[in-house]
């Protein structure tokens, strides 16, 4: 199965500021997502990052909050914008392998705290 | 669209007994069902999957997991607890159209000497 390789690991931010998290991939992938996990909580999908065109948002996500790039197939990028205390979360990218079907593998997460 | 439901947020059962995690999904396609494990401040582990192979699915660190389509449910099972077990378990649901993963909302399980 794939490995991915997330950075930062982790951040403490100043409120108002942006951080981008970046996902690489050690293979081609079809399917990559982002996911939010607030403190005690589960994972929330943000969004799929959609190789060479925008990507697709759940509800209550929005872009101009969390633009999310992905120039190719082994890489995406998730940024946090105008950051406020509520955004401390860990921020995971996730990818899915169908062909053959191994199910899906995480990152390891950011780790972000925003002050 | 997709959907799961973890019933108790938090079980907790003395070293020895029998873990039961239980988790109901909605899905209106045949699923792709999964548990997962995340021990304090560590990432995700996968524990099993479900992927309309055998319904019983056997997993690691002993844990197991049936697929009962009638009652639309995947619980996750281990016939007995060990102190270290004690972490946060999520049922998740894949949408077979688009390939997202749905997590549910995951159960604190509590392991006492």
């Known amino acids: 199965s794939a490995v991915i390789s997330q950075k930062p690991s982790r951040d403490i931010c100043q409120r108002g500021t942006s951080l981008t998290i970046q996902c690489q991939v050690d293979s081609q992938v079809t399917m990559m997502f982002w996911y939010r996990q607030q403190p005690g909580q589960s994972l929330t999908l943000i969004a799929t990052?959609?190789?060479?065109?925008?990507?697709?948002?759940e509800s209550g996500f929005v872009i101009d909050k969390f633009p999310i790039s992905r120039p190719n197939l082994t890489f995406s990028t998730l940024t946090v914008s105008n950051m406020s205390p509520e955004d401390s979360s860990i921020y995971l990218c996730?990818?899915?392998?169908?062909?053959?079907?191994?199910?899906?593998?995480f990152g390891s997460g950011t780790r972000l705290t925003v002050v | 669209a997709q959907s799961v439901t973890q019933l108790g947020s938090h079980v907790s059962v003395s070293e020895g007994a029998l873990v039961l995690l239980r988790c109901n999904y909605s899905?209106?396609?045949?699923?792709?069902l999964f548990w997962y494990v995340q021990y304090p401040n560590q990432g995700l582990q996968l524990l099993l999957k479900y992927t309309s192979a055998a319904t019983l699915v056997k997993g690691i660190n002993g844990f197991e997991a049936e697929f009962k389509k009638s009652e639309t449910s995947f619980h996750l099972t281990k016939p007995s607890a060990h102190m270290s077990d004690a972490a946060e378990y999520f049922c998740?649901?894949?949408?077979?159209?688009?390939?997202?993963?749905?997590f549910g909302q995951g159960t604190t399980l509590q392991v006492k000497p």
């Open positions: 998740a649901v894949s949408d077979g159209n688009t390939g997202k993963l749905i």
């Open positions: 996730s990818v899915g392998e169908v062909s053959p079907w191994y199910g899906y593998t």
């Open positions: 990052a959609n190789q060479g065109s925008e990507a697709t948002y």
């Open positions: 899905s209106s396609v045949p699923p792709y």
